[in-house]
């Protein structure tokens, strides 16, 4: 395991990140308890220290599972945690991005996680309702408070996050450092605008369903990976359900057909094309159940795949940029907007 400086901060997490959301039942699936220390341990022996949760998974049994397990060395881990999702459905403040919202839901976390701080606090999704200023004061006074060390962003548009950060560096608060969005060989559409956005503010980001909803595993093809161990039991993830088109299972077969080449299993390869990409410090976040798939996601930090392999994989899971970048890029448009001096232009923010 290696270790990656976290956007604009000195802050040092793993180059994977374990998810907790599968910590618990109680949604009817998930790990049991004791099943959810032993992913935690094998994380922790492979040099994991980079630990994601939130105040909503598993009704909070997530979050006292994580404390437990943490608590011997706190000071170790890198400890994540999110505010936002709604944990009274008939209370109109009982989620979103408000101070009211963030307070109650971080005073909760801090005692279901035995903790007097949070390492990296995310806001969990955009409310389109709380002004950009209140959030970002908030959290800069949480900051201040020493409750949390920094700050990050998860399922925001990429002008929100723009916005938020330049507030922040105008008046001196916390900026985000982390944003944590979707992003896998099936879901490239951050590719338009969050990430090239995240690399030009240096914020860290964090991919979750690097297996796109568990469909790249390829066990749900036609000639499914006849390699991958059978104890691994990966199962289509609630959103993953929406992901059964033609265009993904096609995607699915080129991933099962390149591991086949080179004797590993499909999530191994789904997981190093998200971890090898040139877009800035991307770490992606396993979300296994069982021991067996955290394992088979580990062995993925035993090899690399070579550009020519994750060329394949671009072109079998290409999407349009969308305007304005098709537009952009087209001769005429450049040639008006260059001249005839582009080719000789080094342009080192490319």
């Given amino acids: 395991m290696r270790y990656k400086l976290f956007g604009n901060s000195g802050l040092r997490v793993s180059e994977l990140c374990l998810g907790a959301m599968t910590f618990g ?48 060395e706190r000071e170790r881990f890198v400890l994540a945690t999110k505010y936002t999702l709604n944990s009274r459905p008939d209370d109109p403040n009982g989620g979103g991005n408000h101070r009211k919202s963030m307070m109650q839901a971080l005073n909760a976390s801090l005692k279901r996680l035995n903790t007097d701080y949070i390492d990296l606090y995310w806001l969990h999704a955009w409310d389109f309702m709380t002004p950009v200023d209140e959030v970002m004061r908030a959290f800069d006074d949480l900051v201040r408070a020493g409750k949390v060390l920094y700050i990050g962003i998860s399922d925001a548009p990429a002008w929100i996050v723009s916005r938020a950060n330049t507030l922040a560096e105008l008046r001196g608060w916390s900026p985000f450092v982390g944003l944590q969005i979707q992003y896998s060989l099936i879901e490239r559409t951050p590719e338009r605008d969050l990430l090239p956005m995240a690399r030009a503010l240096d914020i860290a980001v964090t991919a979750w369903g690097p297996l796109g909803g568990g469909l790249l595993t390829g066990k749900y093809n036609p000639d499914a990976d006849k390699n991958a161990s059978a104890d691994a039991r990966y199962t289509v993830s609630p959103w993953g359900q929406d992901l059964m088109g033609k265009r993904n299972l096609d995607i699915a077969a080129a991933v099962v057909e390149l591991a086949a080449e080179i004797d590993r299993a499909p999530s191994q390869v789904a997981i190093n094309w998200v971890r090898q990409q040139r877009r800035g410090v991307i770490v992606p976040i396993l979300g296994a ?48 907007i260059y001249g005839n001096t582009l080719p000789a232009i080094d342009n080192h923010r490319v």
């Fill in 289 to 336: 159940r069982t021991l067996a798939q955290l394992q088979d996601n580990l062995a993925s930090l035993d090899f690399k795949l070579s550009d020519e392999q994750l060329q394949r994989l671009d072109a079998a899971s290409a999407i349009s940029p969308g305007f304005p970048h098709d537009f952009l890029m087209r001769e005429g448009v450049r040639q008006v």
């Fill in 25 to 72: 039942e109680e949604w009817g699936w998930g790990a049991s308890k004791d099943e959810s220390r032993r992913l935690f341990e094998a994380f922790a022996e492979a040099g994991g220290n980079f630990i994601d949760t939130a105040n909503h998974y598993t009704d909070g049994a997530s979050e006292r599972y994580v404390g437990e397990f943490i608590a011997a």
